[in-house]
């Protein structure tokens, strides 16, 4: 909490320099099973990805730096034969008190489930519509149809204490999909449901969803500035660190190389957080810091349940 209360002062002060992190965005890797529209990295943004070994450095620095929830995400995290592995380690050799997993949610089996829910507070598993706009929007088919399935594998392991989290990225294509959307994770027994609305709808609009459905609404039209940049790292599959993931082509440290301090608040990094509060194009429309804030007071202090 007060690492937090810190982040928020470093960025109400319109600081370049930042507390240390609370959250770490892992990309452990670009690969993906699927081919969504909206997205470069199966297409092979990175040429490679950090090994097991290069792996669990980099949580070891993100440990010793106290990371409180570490996101680990890709790419598709099950693409890597090492994933247990390494999830064992953030959680039980390391004991970093929150770990996520972002999955498409396609590659969960039955053998694995066990290993992942010991070591997971969460599974955050992106559905983009029903049925065949899914399979649509993820470019494979048949892709919705084994989300069901492996949920339902999911939900019989998570007695013991693993949340649910369904996130919806809204696009012109899956708009009026919303509602279905939010039955869905009703029926799943999710613990909460996020819109990352990149669809080009106006402000009032989504915001009078948001209230009347009670879940992070998404759109800032004059964004300045980002709380993000003061609490939360990202880190690609190269293991370098960028200051988030729409800022994706931007590198502002390596976690191979240097500490997570150094690379936090790099010169490159001081200057990103001074060009932010300036005001980013890409920062106008972003949905990131409200779903993510958010999404890490729900963490916290379990204030809004959706079912
Ligand atoms: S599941 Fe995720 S990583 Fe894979 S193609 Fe879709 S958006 Fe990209
Ligand atoms: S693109 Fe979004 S997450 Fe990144 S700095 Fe801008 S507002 Fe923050």
Redesign the pocket.
Known sequence: MIRSLKAAWKYLRHSKEAPEPLVAYFMIT?K?????K??N??KGLYPKEVSTCEAKLILDKLADVNIQILSVT???PLMRRDISELLDYAKHTLKIPYVRLQT?ATLLTKNLIPDLADCLDDVWI?VDGVGTMHDYI??VQGTFAKVEQNIHLLNMVRENGLNLIVNMVVTNYNRDQKNMVKQLAVDWHADHLFYHDVANVKAEESRQFSSEMNVGNVYYPDRRGCLILYSNLMINPLGELIPCGILDKLVVGNLLEQPVMEAWNSQEMRLIRKKVWRGLLACKQCCVPNTTLRSRLDDWFNLSRLV
């Open positions: 670009n993906c099973n699927l081919r969504c909206m997205c990295y199966w890709g790419g598709e498409n992106s993820r470019g």
